[in-house]
């Protein structure tokens, strides 16, 4: 896609999903690729555009109750990736597009600039009325390294200068591994935050890169490199003016330090508004047997914990979050977001920055039982069920009673 085709200044329409069959949804719909969530037919009967179907199954627009279709954006993860990309890209001659494989396994094609080796990708953030970080630039820098650094970095040397993600030696390319593979030094710059408090999915002191999206900038890094004949690359990401972005987040209570996080689970961010909000809400009042969850890791999980329920991410709109009389409901995330939005005052007087820290240094602490009762308070009727990033249960209101019943039985 050249320069002329970016009005919507936005990822390309066609999306492609790899390697994915397209499932269809419950009562004739069809299946959301990124969140999973399973469409009824009477949904895309209410829409009024006419590609409401390919829209959907391109993964870039979420389709509501009422056939309004909202467009997605897309993580820092993918963002970075397209930087990344384009910086390798760049090294032969200008790029203006580049095609990004998403963690939900879905294509996108997204604008960028770059020329001798830097490149700059400005983050999309659709129809998310609250994104601080739509619009910020991430850049990168490539250059073609000896390919015998690559090696000796990921055989345990120092991977690299300070601010060094760290050196990867990838697999070779024919069938078996076999064959001479390619080898990446991943530097996180400026403007990227670290990590300042256990509990995190990345160790302290690391760059705040979260691993699903350090597997897409990689993948996204090592297609450059087949595109350009290169066999190992430094690629030093930035985030411009991040630190100042990342003071508007909650990268400071969190414990991430000095920049934005690049993250990404699936490598699009949900479009949320009020009209988004409100949809989800309905959607949880509509199901007899309804899961309410607050993240994507809450959204995978629950789907096993509780195959016959209908599970809904509501993510931090814990305040909109009403059931009707007679639903069997469920509330299933990580403890952070529940256990504060029912004891704000949680980690007062605790000596931990985060909820994450507690519970993994202190997983009994008696502070955890006294937010999840107030949870309950708040929720008079609803299971609450707490689990771990693995998915084992960490707590649960009411507790299970011997002998104990099956999640979603």
Known sequence: MGEEEREEEGPKEAGQKEKMPEERGREGGVRDPVAGLSIPRDWIE???????????????????SDGTLLRRG??????????????VISLGGPVFTVSILTPAGIRVSVPVEGRRGTCTAVKIGGDHASDVTAGAALMARAEAIGAEAGYEAAAGEDPGPLGSDDTRHAEGTGPGGEGPGKRIELVAGAGIGRIGAAGLTVPLGKPAISPSARGEIETA??????????????????????????????????GVLGGISILGSTGFVEPWNEHLAESREAEVLEADRVVVTTGRVGLRYSRFLFPKFRVVLLGNQLDRLRFREGQDSVLCGLPALILKWGMP?????????????????EPGH??????LQMV????????????NRDGSILRELPPPHPPSVPPGS
């Open 46 to 64: 209410r829409a009024t555009d006419p590609r409401v179907l390919e829209k959907v199954r391109s993964g870039l627009w979420a389709l509501l």
């Open 74 to 87: 897309l993580t820092t993860g993918t963002t970075a990736a397209a930087a990344a990309k384009g910086a």
């Open 221 to 254: 890094i090592e297609e450059g490199m087949e595109e350009a004949g290169l066999e190992a690359v430094r690629v030093e990401l930035e985030v411009i003016n991040g630190e100042a972005i990342a003071r508007e987040t909650l990268n400071p209570k969190v």
């Open 345 to 361: 005052e949680l980690l007062e007087g605790t000596g931990y920055r985060t909820v994450a820290e507690m519970v993994e240094e």
């Open 366 to 371: 008696p502070r955890i039982d006294e937010a």
């Open 376 to 387: 309950g308070e708040r929720l008079p009727g609803t299971r609450i069920v707490l689990i």
